[in-house]
């Protein structure tokens, strides 16, 4: 005579536990998910919005090193007056392309080997400070285009761009620069051009300034001045 089979109900103890590696195991996968999707793209964009106050880092493949930063200076030029800069400054190994002002670039424009890019600070708007009276001039000056990059990912260099706003306060008094920072990417592929503005298409993934693969791996696995902005 076969034996009837009686279904144990499981402790709700043992369900919350079960559910749990559920949610973990399915988080897990779609860390996995976002990091093959990055690790496979060609061009990997990152959508931001940051206003530029008091200077700005950008980690470009957010690797926890600072590619590039926009840094604010100041100089006395005479008697009572001075300048203020917006300057793009480059890492270790990195560009900025342009030479005096840092290139205001329009979009759709390719970013490759053919251009002139330099390792020193470029200034992109410049505000002059005299008797009372304040003046702006630069390439960037009340305009939104994107920065060329060139930088180093592990001895290979590869090109990018930021695209960036600014604008000049000219009135009587000092003046103010201001502006921010709306977007950038790099592209994966060591010397390959990149097309400023590019941000569909199918060889484009999009990030946020934290990832999935991030969050996957805990606040740990993110920099810590990435973790300061949040």
Known sequence: MRRSRTLSKLSDSVN?????????????GVGLLALASRAEAKIVYTRTYKKIVQGLPIDLNDDG????????SRRRTGSGNFASFLDAVPGNRNRVLGSGFASDLPS????????RFSTGSKTMVVL????????????????????GLKFDIKGKQHYG?????VWCNQIFG?????GHLRGFAYETIPNKPIITGKTHGPDVVTVQPASLGHLAHGAAAIPAWRRKDQ
């Open 16 to 28: 919350r536990r079960l559910n749990s590696y559920a949610l973990a195991g399915s988080a897990a």
């Open 65 to 72: 090193i600072i590619d590039f930063s926009l840094t604010f």
């Open 108 to 115: 759709g424009v390719k970013i490759d080997s053919h251009e």
């Open 128 to 147: 002059n400070y005299s008797r009372g009276t304040s003046h702006c001039s630069g390439a960037w000056l009340d305009k939104k285009r994107y920065l």
């Open 161 to 165: 761009w930021a695209n960036l706003g």
């Open 174 to 178: 000092e003046g103010k620069i201001f």
